[in-house]
Protein backbone atom coordinates (compact mmCIF):
# COMPACT_ATOMS: atom_id res chain seq x y z
CA UNK A 1 0.00 0.00 0.00
CA UNK A 2 1.91 3.31 -1.26
CA UNK A 3 1.85 5.62 1.84
CA UNK A 4 1.92 9.68 0.77
CA UNK A 5 4.33 12.61 2.93
CA UNK A 6 3.47 15.88 2.91
CA UNK A 7 4.72 19.22 4.97
CA UNK A 8 2.40 19.49 7.46
CA UNK A 9 1.88 23.31 7.06
CA UNK A 10 2.32 26.03 4.82
CA UNK A 11 0.71 29.66 4.80
CA UNK A 12 0.33 32.00 1.87
CA UNK A 13 -1.10 35.13 0.60
CA UNK A 14 -3.88 35.68 -0.63
CA UNK A 15 -4.53 36.21 -4.60
CA UNK A 16 -0.99 34.04 -4.74
CA UNK A 17 -0.99 30.55 -6.09
CA UNK A 18 -0.16 28.05 -3.81
CA UNK A 19 1.81 24.49 -4.79
CA UNK A 20 1.15 21.33 -2.73
CA UNK A 21 3.59 18.68 -2.67
CA UNK A 22 3.12 15.59 -2.40
CA UNK A 23 5.54 12.69 -2.07
CA UNK A 24 4.88 8.77 -2.86
CA UNK A 25 8.15 7.16 -3.82
CA UNK A 26 6.58 3.26 -3.60
CA UNK A 27 3.51 4.07 -5.83
CA UNK A 28 2.36 0.89 -7.68
CA UNK A 29 1.44 1.13 -11.58
CA UNK A 30 -2.46 0.97 -11.26
CA UNK A 31 -2.44 3.13 -8.60
CA UNK A 32 -4.29 6.81 -9.05
CA UNK A 33 -3.20 10.14 -7.38
CA UNK A 34 -6.17 11.70 -6.00
CA UNK A 35 -6.42 15.26 -3.80
CA UNK A 36 -9.02 16.34 -1.63
CA UNK A 37 -9.97 19.31 0.60
CA UNK A 38 -11.03 19.32 4.23
CA UNK A 39 -12.61 22.09 5.70
CA UNK A 40 -12.88 22.01 10.01
CA UNK A 41 -15.56 19.45 10.69
CA UNK A 42 -16.42 18.43 7.27
CA UNK A 43 -15.85 15.73 5.11
CA UNK A 44 -13.12 15.89 3.00
CA UNK A 45 -14.27 16.94 -0.66
CA UNK A 46 -12.34 15.79 -3.85
CA UNK A 47 -10.73 18.53 -5.73
CA UNK A 48 -8.45 16.96 -8.61
CA UNK A 49 -7.56 13.09 -10.04
CA UNK A 50 -4.73 12.24 -12.38
CA UNK A 51 -2.44 9.10 -13.38
CA UNK A 52 0.19 11.10 -15.37
CA UNK A 53 1.31 14.12 -16.78
CA UNK A 54 -0.68 17.22 -15.98
CA UNK A 55 -4.51 17.87 -15.35
CA UNK A 56 -6.10 20.31 -14.88
CA UNK A 57 -10.20 21.17 -14.15
CA UNK A 58 -11.63 24.34 -13.24
CA UNK A 59 -10.42 24.53 -9.62
CA UNK A 60 -6.83 23.52 -9.99
CA UNK A 61 -4.00 21.77 -11.94
CA UNK A 62 -1.96 18.57 -10.81
CA UNK A 63 1.76 18.28 -11.88
CA UNK A 64 2.86 14.69 -12.06
CA UNK A 65 6.59 13.93 -13.68
CA UNK A 66 7.72 10.72 -15.47
CA UNK A 67 8.65 8.88 -12.28
CA UNK A 68 5.50 9.40 -10.59
CA UNK A 69 7.04 9.32 -7.08
CA UNK A 70 5.88 12.60 -6.36
CA UNK A 71 2.61 14.85 -7.16
CA UNK A 72 1.97 18.65 -7.19
CA UNK A 73 -1.33 20.29 -6.47
CA UNK A 74 -1.60 23.59 -7.91
CA UNK A 75 -4.06 26.48 -6.95
CA UNK A 76 -4.42 29.95 -8.71
CA UNK A 77 -4.63 33.09 -7.00
CA UNK A 78 -6.06 31.58 -3.86
CA UNK A 79 -8.85 33.33 -1.54
CA UNK A 80 -9.28 33.16 2.16
CA UNK A 81 -11.76 30.75 1.54
CA UNK A 82 -8.91 28.20 0.09
CA UNK A 83 -7.99 28.16 3.87
CA UNK A 84 -8.30 23.88 4.18
CA UNK A 85 -5.84 20.49 4.97
CA UNK A 86 -5.20 19.37 1.93
CA UNK A 87 -4.61 15.38 1.34
CA UNK A 88 -3.39 13.50 -1.32
CA UNK A 89 -4.29 9.93 -1.32
CA UNK A 90 -2.71 6.87 -3.79
CA UNK A 91 -4.51 4.00 -4.41
CA UNK A 92 -5.73 1.65 -6.84
CA UNK A 93 -8.94 2.16 -9.09
CA UNK A 94 -9.07 -1.37 -10.09
CA UNK A 95 -10.78 -3.55 -7.79
CA UNK A 96 -9.72 -2.33 -4.53
CA UNK A 97 -10.57 -0.15 -1.82
CA UNK A 98 -7.91 -0.93 0.01
CA UNK A 99 -6.58 3.35 0.53
CA UNK A 100 -4.07 5.37 2.60
CA UNK A 101 -4.71 8.93 3.01
CA UNK A 102 -1.33 11.02 4.58
CA UNK A 103 -1.54 13.62 7.36
CA UNK A 104 -2.11 16.37 5.27
CA UNK A 105 -1.21 19.49 4.62
CA UNK A 106 -2.77 22.61 6.63
CA UNK A 107 -2.91 25.41 4.10
CA UNK A 108 -3.51 28.59 5.50
CA UNK A 109 -4.40 31.63 3.37
CA UNK A 110 -3.14 35.57 4.90
CA UNK A 111 -5.01 38.54 3.82
CA UNK B 1 -29.34 14.82 -4.27
CA UNK B 2 -26.32 12.16 -4.50
CA UNK B 3 -24.82 12.12 -0.71
CA UNK B 4 -23.31 9.25 2.01
CA UNK B 5 -25.68 10.03 5.07
CA UNK B 6 -24.12 9.52 8.44
CA UNK B 7 -25.98 9.04 11.92
CA UNK B 8 -25.91 9.96 14.91
CA UNK B 9 -23.46 13.56 13.89
CA UNK B 10 -22.38 13.56 17.30
CA UNK B 11 -22.86 10.31 20.25
CA UNK B 12 -21.66 10.72 23.92
CA UNK B 13 -21.31 7.56 25.60
CA UNK B 14 -19.60 5.33 28.14
CA UNK B 15 -16.88 2.58 28.28
CA UNK B 16 -18.15 -0.68 27.10
CA UNK B 17 -21.78 -0.09 26.13
CA UNK B 18 -22.24 -1.05 22.02
CA UNK B 19 -23.06 1.27 19.16
CA UNK B 20 -24.07 1.57 16.02
CA UNK B 21 -22.92 4.31 13.52
CA UNK B 22 -24.96 4.01 10.34
CA UNK B 23 -23.43 5.03 6.45
CA UNK B 24 -26.31 5.44 3.77
CA UNK B 25 -25.03 6.05 0.20
CA UNK B 26 -27.76 6.59 -2.44
CA UNK B 27 -25.12 6.68 -5.37
CA UNK B 28 -25.74 2.96 -5.91
CA UNK B 29 -21.70 2.74 -5.66
CA UNK B 30 -19.77 -0.74 -5.10
CA UNK B 31 -17.24 0.47 -2.91
CA UNK B 32 -17.30 2.23 1.18
CA UNK B 33 -15.07 2.73 4.02
CA UNK B 34 -14.97 3.96 7.15
CA UNK B 35 -12.31 6.47 9.17
CA UNK B 36 -11.33 7.81 11.79
CA UNK B 37 -9.62 11.22 12.16
CA UNK B 38 -7.57 11.94 15.05
CA UNK B 39 -5.53 15.41 15.31
CA UNK B 40 -1.75 15.06 13.55
CA UNK B 41 -3.01 11.63 12.42
CA UNK B 42 -4.79 12.58 9.50
CA UNK B 43 -7.37 10.10 8.35
CA UNK B 44 -6.80 6.18 8.67
CA UNK B 45 -9.28 3.60 7.21
CA UNK B 46 -10.58 1.09 9.52
CA UNK B 47 -12.66 -1.03 7.15
CA UNK B 48 -13.60 -1.13 3.51
CA UNK B 49 -16.44 -2.93 1.17
CA UNK B 50 -16.13 -3.78 -2.37
CA UNK B 51 -19.43 -4.62 -2.63
CA UNK B 52 -22.38 -6.62 -0.84
CA UNK B 53 -20.93 -9.25 1.93
CA UNK B 54 -17.49 -8.85 0.57
CA UNK B 55 -15.38 -6.31 4.00
CA UNK B 56 -12.22 -6.43 4.63
CA UNK B 57 -9.59 -4.70 7.00
CA UNK B 58 -7.76 -0.87 6.72
CA UNK B 59 -5.32 0.61 8.34
CA UNK B 60 -6.63 0.57 11.95
CA UNK B 61 -9.78 -2.13 12.54
CA UNK B 62 -9.27 -3.40 16.12
CA UNK B 63 -12.19 -2.96 18.95
CA UNK B 64 -14.27 -2.51 15.00
CA UNK B 65 -17.11 -4.58 13.07
CA UNK B 66 -18.66 -4.19 9.89
CA UNK B 67 -21.39 -5.52 7.79
CA UNK B 68 -22.27 -5.08 4.00
CA UNK B 69 -26.10 -6.98 4.21
CA UNK B 70 -27.29 -4.18 1.39
CA UNK B 71 -25.45 -2.01 -1.46
CA UNK B 72 -26.40 1.49 0.18
CA UNK B 73 -26.02 0.66 3.82
CA UNK B 74 -22.55 0.11 5.81
CA UNK B 75 -23.08 0.15 9.62
CA UNK B 76 -19.87 0.40 11.81
CA UNK B 77 -20.34 -1.49 15.05
CA UNK B 78 -18.05 -0.44 18.24
CA UNK B 79 -19.51 -3.54 20.42
CA UNK B 80 -17.34 -2.71 23.66
CA UNK B 81 -16.35 0.76 23.04
CA UNK B 82 -12.94 2.20 24.84
CA UNK B 83 -11.97 5.79 25.62
CA UNK B 84 -9.30 5.54 22.91
CA UNK B 85 -12.19 5.02 20.17
CA UNK B 86 -12.72 8.81 20.75
CA UNK B 87 -12.32 10.30 17.39
CA UNK B 88 -14.17 11.89 14.29
CA UNK B 89 -15.53 9.27 12.27
CA UNK B 90 -16.16 9.63 7.95
CA UNK B 91 -17.90 7.05 5.95
CA UNK B 92 -16.87 7.26 2.16
CA UNK B 93 -18.27 5.88 -1.38
CA UNK B 94 -17.26 5.43 -4.52
CA UNK B 95 -17.99 4.01 -7.50
CA UNK B 96 -15.61 0.93 -9.43
CA UNK B 97 -12.99 2.52 -11.50
CA UNK B 98 -10.53 5.46 -11.33
CA UNK B 99 -13.77 7.14 -9.15
CA UNK B 100 -13.28 9.53 -6.34
CA UNK B 101 -14.84 9.42 -2.99
CA UNK B 102 -18.09 11.11 -1.73
CA UNK B 103 -18.10 11.94 2.44
CA UNK B 104 -19.95 11.90 4.79
CA UNK B 105 -20.58 14.85 7.34
CA UNK B 106 -18.92 12.68 9.89
CA UNK B 107 -19.36 11.69 13.32
CA UNK B 108 -17.75 12.85 16.55
CA UNK B 109 -18.36 9.79 19.15
CA UNK B 110 -16.60 10.50 22.43
CA UNK B 111 -16.13 7.44 24.69
CA UNK B 112 -16.20 8.20 28.45
Known amino acids: LAKTTQPISMDSYEGQEVNITCSHN???????ITWYQQFPSQGPRFIIQGYKTKVTNEVASLFIPADRKSSTLSLPRVSLSDTAVYYC????????????FGKGNQVVVIP | EAQVTQNPRYLITVTGKKLTVTCSQN?????MSWYRQDPGLGLRQIYYSMNVEVTDKGDVPEGYKVSRKEKRNFPLILESPSPNQTSLYFC???????????FGDGTRLSIL
Open chain 1, 89 to 100: LVGDSGGNNRLA
Open chain 1, 26 to 32: NIATNDY
Open chain 2, 92 to 102: ASRDTGEQPQH
Open chain 2, 27 to 31: MNHEY
